[in-house]
């Protein structure tokens, strides 16, 4: 199994990007960084990190410049003891990381639980987001997660999950499997790739966190939604995605005046995997339309 410096190497070699670290509440907090244009801010998911990225960070660097964030708690990101995970204490810690890269405006690409942090984080600041790119966000209108939190929130079943520790990456690896419609389209080092961070102390507090406040999250969300409502926004979705249901989409775009749905057929929950040039393809429409109005 490769260790981090073998993965990193890939990554830095496969993007026009560099690692770089900022501090955020006192803490270390890593990101990629680079290409040239207006501000990309790209918000991984919940088994993800900024490695998620990888096929799409050459594509997007051509036009935007780019920060790839690995969430404090994820990825290579320091893991503060008992940090709120609630979406919007994610928000709030992401404004404060583009306050620290010094990105006033940008817009703001999210995916499955980064996709809610992207919207709850426009919602506290709507003047500092121009577009939304959310690929298939976590959102009210899914039922997908809401039995399923509680109880890996519970007491018993979340320690359980800490002390087995290192033996939850087979499980980690399972889980990302799933997550794709066609696992002939998992590419050589991807799960190795995913895994690298789980070997860092403290790597699965950060997923139960989030899990802890899910459905209350949820509620929050759905109430801050009016405050977006004027950002233009693109979903993209796959259609055979089984974490968060391709049928939310049309509930949630209904939430905004400007709003377009593109789906991948036979595509799971990951199309910048899966898909990876369709996917890029489609957000560099996107974002070159709205510079286009903007101009």
Request: proline residues 6%; hydrophobic residues 40%.
């Amino acid at each position: 199994m490769k260790n981090r410096v073998e993965t990193e190497n890939e990554l830095q070699a496969s993007a026009p990007t560099q690692e770089r670290w900022t501090i955020v509440d006192g803490h270390r907090v890593r990101y990629l960084c680079g290409g040239s244009g207006p501000a990309l801010v790209l918000v991984h998911g919940l088994l993800g990190y900024s490695f998620s990225w990888r096929y799409a960070l050459p594509a997007l660097a051509e036009k935007a410049t780019i920060y790839a964030v690995d969430m404090p708690g994820a990825g290579f990101s320091d893991r503060p003891p008992n940090l709120d995970c609630c979406f919007r204490a994610q928000a709030e810690r992401l404004l404060r990381f583009l306050d620290s890269v010094g990105v006033i405006s940008c817009d703001l690409l999210g995916t499955s639980h980064g996709g809610a942090v992207a919207m709850m984080t426009a919602a506290l600041a709507p003047e500092r987001v121009r577009s939304l790119v959310l690929v298939a966000p976590v959102n009210p209108w899914s039922a997908h997660g809401k039995r399923l939190a509680p109880l890996l929130s519970h007491a018993l079943v979340s320690t359980l999950i800490l002390r087995l520790g290192p033996c939850m990456e087979v499980a980690h690896d399972l889980a990302l499997r799933r997550l794709y419609s066609d696992r002939k389209r998992i590419r050589p080092a991807t799960l190795e790739g995913y895994s690298a961070p789980l070997r860092i102390p403290g790597a699965f507090e950060y997923g139960l966190g989030v899990v802890r406040s899910w459905n209350s999250d949820l509620r929050a969300l759905e109430s801050a939604l009016p405050h977006i409502a004027h950002i233009p926004t693109l979903l993209l979705w796959g259609s055979e995605d089984t974490a968060v249901n391709p049928m939310s989409a049309d509930q949630l775009c209904r939430q905004f005046k400007d709003c377009r749905i593109e789906i991948f057929h036979g595509v799971g929950h990951l199309p910048y995997e899966e898909v990876s040039e369709a996917f890029n393809s489609s957000v560099l429409k996107f974002l070159s339309g709205i510079c286009q109005e903007l101009s």
